[in-house]
């Protein structure tokens, strides 16, 4: 597939033309990471925007005692990155991928020669920042005043909204292999809490776990939540 063919994909991009398409791929350039690479740290940060051609990352920060805590977890289409004056939060992280990654890459002088000449890009960015906005206020919210169980679901309903969904009977597949100490990184628990709490939704068939596999009955879900 040709870089504009797949620039197309993004979600960001849909109000542009082919032939702006055809500018947005002479400005990018484009880097396959291999999995568990990191593409930035705090230590190696840049102003630059990026996008999600292919793969997954995860962005995460660490405390004073090392511990992880993951912001967020990005696929296929989602931007993300810092430039002056726009800024999706990503200055002080670790942005590092789950898998083999595709990310296009952006700078700054040329991003802003860009916005300048297409006023349809700039309203759909200004769209993904409110959404983004939207998404780190819910979580943030709910893993500061939830119970382990709430905050667990959550994050499980968010990434079956974020992720394909692979139908099995009343359940739903999410496309992203976790293990339980990435879910505990997302929540800021321990791995043994996380590993409890999974095997009670189990048992209450709000969901079922495989190796590194998680289907979620989201209608119990939802229920549960409300």
Known sequence: ???????????????????????????????????????????????????????????????SEGKQFTLDILGEGNVFGELNGLSLGTREVFIETLVESDICMIDQRRFESFLIEHPPFMLNMMKVLSERLVHMSSLAQNLALGKLHEKILHVIVNLSNQFDLERSGEYYRIDLPLTHQEIANLVGATREAVTLVLKELSEAKVIKTGFRTIYIHRDYAVTRLS
């Open 1 to 63: 597939m040709s870089n504009i063919q797949y620039l197309s994909q993004f979600n960001l991009l849909h109000s542009l033309s082919k032939d702006d398409l055809v500018v947005m791929d002479e400005l990018t350039s484009i880097t396959i990471y291999p999995k568990h690479t990191f593409i930035q740290t705090p230590q190696t940060f840049t102003e630059r925007l990026y996008f999600v051609k292919k793969g997954r990352v995860r962005l995460y920060r660490l405390n």
